[in-house]
T-cell receptor, first 115, second 112 residues
Framework: DTGVSQNPRHKITKRGQNVTFRCDPI?????LYWYRQTLGQGPEFLTY????????KSRLLSDRFSAERPKGSFSTLEIQRTEQGDSAMYLC?????????????FGQGTRLTVV | GNSVTQMEGPVTLSEEAFLTINCTYT??????LFWYVQYPGEGLQLLLK?????DKGSNKGFEATYRKETTSFHLEKGSVQVSDSAVYFC???????????FGTGTRLQVFP
């Protein structure tokens, strides 16, 4: 399977704990995006990378959130001191090049539940 | 700011019925417009797109036309199938950025 892979698929954590999610994009895709989707809403942009450079961060991304893409391949999204409001589906997407008409390929997401 | 508004669901249809899901947008410049679909248990996937005014995107019998004068990108299909049951998201990518801005999604349920 050469699609976008996200791990874990599900994560349940206690409030205040740290969590980390991983995204493996389609090979050779240099753009990688993170989105967050809550129930009944569309995905909301969080951040994106061009290779290893983080080019844009949403205001939604508080100081407790950090994303990395150290070698321009896989990416991690870490949430520190989780809160119940962080419960959501976290989606990763990749695309082969820049350009606003370029298709983004999405993974199946990581569902986070903070209890 | 940039935003997308789409009709609330669920939309419930019988097989072979005509489908319209409305989508309007607000954006500066000339955005690209997309419809993404999410089938049960699967990730979002691109259904169709249009990158400039009057372009028509089409795929799998679905069509949408980029209407700049009405800032709309309505999704249509002449005859829906049970297998079309899914959540449909309208989205835009504004000038100068590659990120997608999504609507809230419309759930389509097709019954035999």
């Amino acid at each position: 399977d050469t699609g976008v892979s996200q791990n874990p698929r599900h994560k349940i954590t206690k409030r205040g704990q740290n969590v980390t999610f991983r995204c493996d994009p389609i090979s050779e895709h240099n753009r990688l995006y993170w989105y967050r989707q809550t129930l009944g809403q569309g995905p909301e942009f969080l951040t994106y990378f061009q290779n290893e450079a983080q080019l844009e961060k949403s205001r939604l991304l508080s100081d407790r959130f950090s994303a990395e893409r150290p070698k321009g391949s896989f990416s991690t999204l870490e949430i520190q001191r989780t809160e119940q409001g962080d419960s959501a589906m976290y989606l990763c997407a990749s695309s082969p090049r820049q350009g606003r008409d370029t298709e983004a390929f999405f993974g199946q997401g990581t569902r986070l539940t903070v209890v | 700011g940039n935003s997308v508004t789409q009709m609330e669901g669920p939309v419930t249809l019988s097989e072979e019925a005509f489908l319209t899901i409305n989508c309007t947008y607000t954006a500066t410049g000339y955005p690209s417009l997309f419809w993404y679909v999410q089938y049960p248990g699967e990730g979002l996937q691109l259904l169709l797109k249009a990158t400039k005014a009057d372009d028509k995107g089409s795929n799998k019998g679905f069509e949408a036309t980029y209407r700049k004068e009405t800032t709309s990108f309505h999704l249509e299909k002449g005859s829906v199938q049970v297998s079309d049951s899914a959540v449909y998201f309208c989205a835009l990518s504004a000038s100068g950025t590659d990120k997608l801005i999504f609507g809230t999604g419309t759930r389509l349920q097709v019954f035999p």
